[in-house]
């Protein structure tokens, strides 16, 4: 039976099964992709490194991949390498750049340790391992801008708050600004930034961070950034806290880190370091820092000088130091609120909080005020520091205090005792002798002092006060030119006879110059109270027979106690001696005292008894006050004496040695 060719054809297919035609597809479709990858590896503008100090994420070639003619927008497709040109390699970063034309950067991380000038390549390897190398900039990395700084070390490293992107940051310098040594500054300003991410402007502060070095040493510190709504070319600003310590210019350099990791590395400002102006000053006081009431931001303090504050006295109160304009965000803030201010008024290293008040002024309509008092005359340069809405501070010499007019003051004070009873300088004082005293009062001041009177006081503590203490004598004082010293002496023939007890033991000695308050002056807070061997002195009051307390003394029979009376340099006839015991101590009174006070067969003094020829009167120093111990009721005065009790063996009431006239 004969069969057709299509019957023929049916039974081979049964035979031999379907026909895969599958993989020879795949097969011509792999041909045809080996043969249309292209890898256009372009170079992108160079940028500012810093040798020592490195950078990341930074681009460092574009990359146009074309695939059987289309553009390929797979960045998974490809990876890269970096030959830096300094015999290190390290891995190349693929960064989308959301542009379709150019869908594609290559970013890099390296540190340069030298300068020189490098040639930088980059190799990018695509689908079926397809392979292309191209020179793609040249870096030119230096040493940081300050000498000070080197070596450098490397700022820290922060992680992107996006993907890797297209990063296009310009970090923009800033004026250069001054500064004092040891003073510092608060937030301020050293950078502007721009940025954008795949070309949409970037403002969110939360996806930069911002490093400063100050050009003082090798170290970075961090900076805060602020949003300034007021400039769109640049509508970030970088701001930043520092101390130095030394006068000179330094060189501030910035580093910042943008969204997706990239930093940007630029020398952005100078700072012009001075000494404070007055010598007074130093060594300098950092002034504690105030904080801020609003966001950091860019502002305008435009702090102006004022005229000399001159005055013929030294108390200043309100006085406006400095005038100011400024603004927030680009608008004018006069609110007193926002600011605050603290004064160094040239004459220590202290700072004074001031005030702020409207001024009147519309081209400076703030005020800045203090108050303060001076302790000699001069000529005292004011520096204020301004702290602003967002903490950034500002500080600047605004005004000269001339504190002028006569100024007298007391210095070299000193007081003598005759030779024939203590011969002593500055030395215990006998109550019952002449002494004399002396100083010199001095013109400190800018002016001739009119005549006045100089005082000399006694004082039971070292503040000599003419309110309190005991005046023993006045002397007048000539006019002194300014600069010019005049000596006083006061002659004293014994200290007043009704002195109270707390006058006895520790006291001071002390002059006080135009005590009546002659002369019109422009310091009136020193004339008295300038120190110890300045302008007063430690006395120690004794009496010239105390020591006979020194130790118990004890007689048989009373002429044996005025024989030893008599050796202790008592001055009056025995016979006024014998009158004085025989009407102080009579027999009655005698019994008394033998049954509390003598032992068998002895006598005990109970007072010594001086002559003083000046009063021409004895004087008697005795122990206990009450009708017991002195059945005569002599008018003693209390003084301590921490022997009495044991001299009298504890039969005393309370433990003081008495003194009195009569």
């Known amino acids: 039976m004969q069969t057709s060719i299509a019957e023929q054809q049916t039974d081979m297919r049964s035979r031999r099964g379907p026909i895969e035609t599958r993989p020879l597809l795949e097969a011509l479709e792999g041909r045809r992709m080996l043969s249309t990858v292209q890898l256009n590896v372009d170079g992108v503008s160079p940028f500012n490194a810093f040798t020592g100090v490195g950078f990341r994420y930074d681009p460092v070639a574009s990359l146009t991949p074309v695939v059987d003619g289309k553009i390929d927008t797979d960045a998974t497709h490809y990876t890269a390498s970096i030959d830096w040109g ?88 800033v004026p250069s600004f001054a500064s004092y040594t040891g003073i510092g500054f608060q937030r301020n300003p050293i950078a502007l930034l721009y940025c954008t991410v795949n070309g949409t402007v970037d403002k969110t502060l939360s996806h930069y961070h911002a490093q400063v070095n100050w050009g003082d040493g090798n170290l970075w510190y961090p900076a805060d950034l602020g949003l300034v709504t007021s400039n769109t070319s640049y509508p970030l600003i970088v701001k930043g806290n520092h101390i130095y310590n030394t006068a000179g210019q330094y060189k501030v350099t910035t580093y910042i880190t943008g969204p997706d990791g990239q930093t940007g590395n630029v020398y952005t400002a100078i700072a012009s370091v001075n000494d404070l102006p007055a010598p007074a000053s130093k060594p300098p006081q950092a002034p504690p820092s105030l904080g801020s009431v609003k966001p950091v931001t860019a502002e305008t303090l435009d702090v102006q000088q004022v005229n000399t504050i001159n005055g013929s006295r030294n108390v200043y109160t309100n006085a406006t130091v400095a005038l100011l304009y400024g603004t927030y965000d680009g608008k004018a803030d006069s609110t007193t609120g926002d600011y605050k201010v603290q004064v160094n008024w040239g004459d ?40 602003a809405p967002d903490g950034q501070t500002v500080d600047k010499q605004t005004a000269v205090a001339d504190v002028y007019g006569p100024d007298l003051v007391g210095t070299a004070f000193t007081f003598k005792v005759p030779s024939d009873k203590t011969g002593a300088t500055n030395g215990p004082l006998p109550d019952n002798v002449a002494f004399t005293a002396s100083g010199y009062v001095q013109n400190v001041g800018t002016a001739t002092a009119a005549i006045s009177y100089t005082r000399l006081y006694l004082s039971k503590d070292r503040d000599i006060d003419p309110s309190k203490d005991l005046l023993l004598a006045s002397v007048a004082t000539p006019a002194i030119a300014s600069g010019g010293s005049t000596q006083v002496k006061w002659s004293i023939s014994r200290l007043p006879a009704g002195l109270s007890h707390t006058y006895y033991g520790g006291c001071y000695l002390g002059m006080v110059v135009d005590a009546l308050k002659m002369v019109t002056e422009a310091v009136e807070t020193n004339n008295r109270n300038r120190g110890d061997a300045i302008d007063r002195r430690p006395v120690t009051l004794w009496d010239t027979q105390a020591n006979i307390w020194t130790t118990p003394q004890t007689w048989a029979t009373q002429s044996a106690a005025q024989s030893w009376l008599t050796s202790q340099g008592f001055s009056a006839p025995v016979a006024n001696v014998d009158t004085y015991w025989s009407r102080s101590i009579n027999s009655t009174v005698w019994s008394r005292f033998n049954n509390q006070f003598m032992s068998a067969g002895s006598f005990r003094i109970l007072a010594s008894v001086i002559y003083d020829s000046a009063a ?47």
């Not at 991380?109 to 020179?135: E, N, W």
């Not at 022997?643 to 009195?660: E, I, K, T």
């Open 348 to 387: 220590s290293p202290a700072w004074s909080t001031g005030t702020i008040v409207a001024s009147g002024n519309s081209s400076y309509p703030l005020a800045l005020r203090g108050s303060h008092t001076y302790n000699h005359t001069g000529v005292y340069q004011i520096v204020v520091r301004l702290t």
């Open 616 to 662: 021409g009167a004895y004087r008697v120093r005795g122990q206990g006050a009450d009708s017991t111990y002195n059945p005569y009721g002599l008018p003693l005065v209390g003084v301590p004496n921490p022997r009495a009790a044991a001299q009298w063996g504890g039969n005393l009431s309370y433990a003081q040695q008495y003194s009195a006239h009569f």
């Open 86 to 173: 300094d015999g290190h390699s390290s891995t190349g970063y693929i960064a989308k750049t959301g542009n379709a034309s150019h869908p594609f950067l290559v970013k890099g991380i390296h540190t340069y340790t030298s300068s020189a000038q490098y040639t930088v390549k980059v190799t990018v390897t695509g689908p079926q391992s397809v392979k292309k190398t191209a020179t793609t900039m040249t870096l030119n990395p230096v040493a940081m801008p300050d000498s000070r700084s080197n070596p450098i070390t490397e700022p820290y490293s922060y992680s992107g708050a996006v993907a890797l992107s297209d990063v296009q940051m310009s970090i923009q310098q």
